[in-house]
């Protein structure tokens, strides 16, 4: 079992910044993707950005050139760097990990981009 505990959203004007992270526990892989994905009111989670444990980095289209996404193998930490926010930016982030066959979800952080 992986719990993953996100932090760092909030309120913020259009074009303000902010940093979610993601720490995970309990049986952790080496191995693994890791990532944010969102959901804002009445639409369906789509992906914002993933990380493998070899560094490869996968952005949506909507965020490239402005979020960044990192990762800190010692903490079994993941950031995501969020700038020139949007207020199309608004919406529940979660983190998830999947290792094989494993795949684990947060319980989510609000971002809320005010115009």
């Known amino acids: 079992q992986v719990h993953l505990v996100e932090s760092g959203g909030g309120l913020v004007q259009s074009g303000g910044s902010l940093r979610l992270s993601c720490a995970a526990s309990g049986r952790i892989f080496s191995i693994y993707v890791m990532g944010w994905y969102r959901q804002a009111a009445g639409k369906q989670r789509e992906l914002v950005a993933t990380i493998t444990n070899t560094g490869y980095i996968n952005y949506a289209n909507s965020v490239k050139g402005r979020f960044a996404i990192s990762r800190d193998d010692a903490k079994n930490t993941v950031y995501l760097q969020l700038s020139s926010l949007k207020p199309e930016d608004t919406a529940i982030y979660y983190c998830?990990?999947?290792?094989?066959?494993?795949?684990?979800w947060g319980q989510g952080t609000q971002v809320t981009v005010s115009s």
């Open positions: 998830n990990r999947r290792s094989g066959s494993d795949d684990y």
